[in-house]
């Protein structure tokens, strides 16, 4: 059974920083990333990372936020810099297992006021 644990999320003011962190269990992932939500949006892609480390960010937050894992935890971390309102939004941990299955965290809610 899988299990993924989400902490982190909070409120800060513009400029500031958050670090999420999601503990993964019950499988081997091969994608691990994170997703953020904002009221009445879809659901968008933040970071991904894989298990041999290569990473994928969306542009808008390229050179801010910062993703890594450590495997042998199966946890994956995302520091967040220079954080702005529009990153303002509900964030979601999401892993991929060896076969392409997804599962989701609950959610981690993140606010940053101006």
């Known amino acids: 059974q899988v299990q993924l644990v989400e902490s982190g999320g909070g409120l800060v003011q513009a400029g500031g920083s958050l670090r999420l962190s999601c503990a993964a269990s019950?499988?081997?992932?091969?994608?691990m990333g994170w997703y953020r939500q904002a009221p009445g949006k879809p659901r968008d892609l933040v970071a991904t990372?894989?298990?041999?480390?290569?990473?994928n960010y969306a542009d808008s937050v390229k050179g801010r936020f910062t993703i890594s894992r450590d495997n042998a935890k199966n946890t994956v971390y995302l520091q967040m810099n220079s954080l702005k309102p529009e990153d303002t939004a509900v964030y979601y941990c999401?892993?991929?297992?060896?076969?392409?299955?997804?599962?989701w965290g609950q959610g981690t809610q993140v606010t940053v006021s101006s």
């Open positions: 999401g892993v991929f297992t060896i076969h392409g299955t997804p599962y």
């Open positions: 019950g499988s081997i992932f091969a994608i």
């Open positions: 990372i894989t298990n041999d480390g290569r990473t």
